[in-house]
């Protein structure tokens, strides 16, 4: 299988995922209720709809980060059919942002706001949702790949090489 089919399994299967947590927390099961304790004293859900941006800021501005999202979703799929790299992190990133990208996205669409639900209990966080974690993992994955892994050897020849100035070997 080829990377670019790897990332686009990637990112629908994130989506996916994203959707259907979403689904059973505010609709069709005995997690739909308004606030539920998973883990005592780590997590619990809590139904909340955000009209804003991340952290809940700017609440009723959902139009704004409307747009904000369709740009992001835009120029992570036009990065992905313009690059060359094949780094699996650097691929998995991008599909883990873009899946979170497009699960908010269609929130704001069909709701007019994002359906959070994951509240932690050990540290004053704001409520949020799968694909807020997804877009996070996919930062970190990114940052990792940036500064941890090893870069491919440039093709390109030393410019004193390249250009006669190096004295012939013995």
């Given amino acids: 299988m080829s990377r670019r089919h790897a990332f686009w399994i990637v990112a629908f299967a994130s989506l996916f995922l994203d959707y259907l947590s979403k689904e059973l927390i505010f ?13 005592p004293g780590v997590v619990s859900f ?5 009209t804003g941006g991340v952290f809940g800021l700017l609440q009723g501005a959902g139009g704004i980060f409307l747009w904000i999202t369709v740009a992001a979703v ?3 799929i036009w990065i992905v059919s313009k690059t060359s790299q094949k780094r699996a992190t ?3 990133s991008l599909s883990l942002m873009l899946g979170g990208g497009l699960g908010n996205l269609l929130d704001r669409l069909l709701y007019g ?3 959070d639900f994951i509240k932690l209990e050990f540290v004053r966080w704001p409520v949020f949702n799968v694909a807020d974690a997804l877009i996070c993992i996919g930062w970190a994955v990114l940052v990792a790949d940036l500064f941890l892994f090893e870069k491919p050897a440039s093709k390109e020849p030393n410019r004193k090489e390249a250009s006669g100035s190096n004295p012939p070997a013995k």
Avoid: C, T
Avoid at 27 to 38: F, M
Avoid at 46 to 50: A, F, I, K, P
């Fill in 27 to 39: 609709r069709g099961s005995p997690l739909a209720a308004r606030s539920q304790e998973v883990l």
């Fill in 46 to 50: 809590q139904r909340e709809m955000n």
């Fill in 74 to 76: 835009l120029s992570i």
């Fill in 90 to 92: 650097f691929v998995l």
């Fill in 113 to 115: 706001a994002v359906r």
